[in-house]
């Protein structure tokens, strides 16, 4: 069992499109596996195609006594969603003065967990306490970075974050890996951000890059992924080629 959490504090990184196609990749190989979505933007659960659920991560993670279990959609056999809504904003501040506020998604997963190969989290775009939640039960981290000249603006103070977690609350993560999103291959840019990023993180730096792909920001639209959406796609052989990577690496 791997608990890992897809993390960029910047938005737009494609944190979410890469959670759900890497959840697919994996369910595809027969590994089972949970995605939890715990951003209250909810992009990840309605892109699955689940809308106005009745129940969400947010009912669990509000109940001080840990009666409500966290909600479990099956997407597919292998598949498993816990959905997020927009209540979810609320949360960071309601929390503020609970005990042991940092690990209350740590205690849902206790009973749960069990039953997967892979737990994948999509973070929202921001460094509070709902990251902090995903942070410290992932035993990895797992970086995308957009091909943007700015993507690597704030990485650094990214990688002393996830340091401090590590120092504080959990000796067992580490940075499992930094891949780019949103690639052209065609412009210089993005190989002088790929030669910049592996002077930087070395072999942290997966092989596989995500390229642009229209397909990849439509399948969300009809609630599928990308391989029931576009299986020939270069969405889904570079996400394909990235699971690969992480079944060997992460
Ligand atoms: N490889 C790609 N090719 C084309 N479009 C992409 C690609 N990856 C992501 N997108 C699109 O870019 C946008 C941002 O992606 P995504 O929602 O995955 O990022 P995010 O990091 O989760 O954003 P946020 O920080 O808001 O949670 C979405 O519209 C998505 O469909
Ligand atoms: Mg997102």
Redesign the pocket.
Known sequence: MKTIAIL?H??????????SNIGAGLARLKKKTLLIDI?P?A??TEGLGIRDTDVSIYNAIRDDRYKTPLPIIELSEYLHLVPSSLDLLGAELELVSRSKRESILEKLLEDVKWDYDYVII?C??AMGLLTLNALVPSDSVLV?LEAEFYAYKGIDRLISIIENVQFNFNPKLYIGGVFI???NSQRVLTENIKTSVKKHFGDKLFDTS?????A??EA?VTGKDIFQYAPNSN?AI?YSNLVDEILMKV
């Open positions: 960029n910047k938005g737009g990184t494609g944190k979410t499109t890469s959670t951003d933007q992009n990840l999509d929202p775009p995308p999103t949103k690639c995500i390229r642009v792909n229209v990849l920001a969300p969405g570079d």
